[in-house]
């Protein structure tokens, strides 16, 4: 019998959803895209407008439902379902409404695709990972989520401009918590493998603290001033669950930093938050030693506690 091809399921066909169904279709990620929205209107109004373009992307078939039967037999099933945060609120307030949907969804898509891999996007972010997991008993490393992917591509964005790079040139990563507790590794940044702070700009010198005050402010305060300005963000998740979405069909060995389980790592256990780990077919793989210095595992460690601090109200 012929191999099926490989499928994505996108739980959530908002503008987080529609995003990254629309990048995956762009690049070709995978022939068979799913979309399941408990909202009819919008899932089928989503699908139509996806499946009007596919005369111009590499092969693939989107559907999309209200029926959950939809994501049957899926190799990785994203979750963008769910509130999203409005003008002045934070990640961590969508904390329970988010965890109520999340534990009803779980059993039955488990049911319909019970060998997926689960790639969380709802916020916040690292409490929904850990939820998913603990309420999947799934294997640790089949529960991920996007993590710090998109802060760390806002960090390298911004560093890349203030240095006057190319973007793919920086590798500089922001680990911990999506939000507000999370922390630059600034040690460890390189550009063209000249580290950071040896860097000079032209007619500027090396970064000052303030210029790295600036901006790492500037990574923390992104989503705010996107949702300010438009309501939503979508375009740069979209393209960074791509990224993850890529790792994990295509076995790639990227790495990534993900949300996911963590385990004796620098004194940090049995929470998700991110730090670089190889992402492959099999999941999240091993966290890596990523240098860090004093100041940086101490704000790692804080903002572990932050997450955890989040997950006892909710009985985690
Ligand atoms: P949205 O309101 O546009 O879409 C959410 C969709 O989820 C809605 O269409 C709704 O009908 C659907 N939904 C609700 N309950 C459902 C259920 N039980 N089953 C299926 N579908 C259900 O919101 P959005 O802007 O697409 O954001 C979605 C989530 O992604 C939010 O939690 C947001 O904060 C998060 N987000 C995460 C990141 C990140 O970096 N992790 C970035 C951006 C947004």
């Known amino acids: 019998m012929a191999q099926e091809s490989k499928k994505i399921a996108i739980v959530g066909a908002g503008s987080v959803g529609a995003t990254i169904a629309y990048a995956c279709l762009i690049r070709g990620v995978s022939p068979r895209i799913a979309l399941y929205d408990t909202n009819r209107p919008i899932v ?18 989107v ?16 979750i963008t379902a769910g509130a999203s945060q409005k003008p002045g609120q934070t990640r961590m307030e969508l904390a329970e409404v988010n965890t109520a949907i999340c534990k ?25 990972t850990h939820v998913t997991l603990k309420v999947s008993g799934l294997p640790a490393r089949r529960v991920l989520g996007s993590g710090t992917v998109l802060d760390s591509s806002r960090f390298r964005y911004l560093i890349a401009r203030r240095c006057n790079v190319a973007v793919p040139n920086v590798h500089a990563v922001i680990a911990g918590e999506h939000g507000d507790s999370e922390i630059p590794l600034w040690s460890s940044a390189t550009i063209a493998n000249i580290p950071l702070h ?8 090396k970064l000052t603290v303030r210029d790295r005050t600036d901006i790492f402010q500037n990574v923390k305060s992104s ?12 375009y740069a998740i979209g393209l960074a669950t791509t990224r993850i979405l890529e790792a994990l069909l295509n076995d790639e060995n990227r790495v990534m930093p993900v949300s996911a389980l963590l ?3 620098r004194g940090i ?44 109200p909710l009985g985690f």
Request: aromatic share 2%; hydrophobic share 50%; with cysteine.
């Open 44 to 61: 089928e109004a989503q699908t139509l407008d996806l499946v009007h373009g596919l005369q111009f992307v590499p092969a693939a078939a």
């Open 63 to 78: 559907e999309g439902s209200d029926d959950i039967a939809v994501c049957a037999r899926a190799d990785v099933v994203v």
């Open 104 to 128: 009803r969804l779980l059993p039955e898509l488990l049911r319909v695709a019970p060998e997926a891999t689960i790639l969380v996007v709802t916020n916040p972010v690292d409490v929904l």
């Open 198 to 205: 040896e860097w000079a700009v032209m007619g500027h010198g």
């Open 223 to 234: 989503a705010d001033q996107i949702i300010a300005g438009k309501g939503a963000t979508n």
């Open 263 to 265: 385990h004796e790592y």
């Open 269 to 312: 256990s049995d929470v998700c938050i991110s730090v670089p780990r190889i992402v492959n077919c099999a999941g999240a793989g091993m966290a890596l030693p990523t240098p860090m210095n004093d100041a940086e595992v101490a704000g790692l460690r804080n903002s572990a506690d932050k997450v955890r601090e989040a997950l006892k």
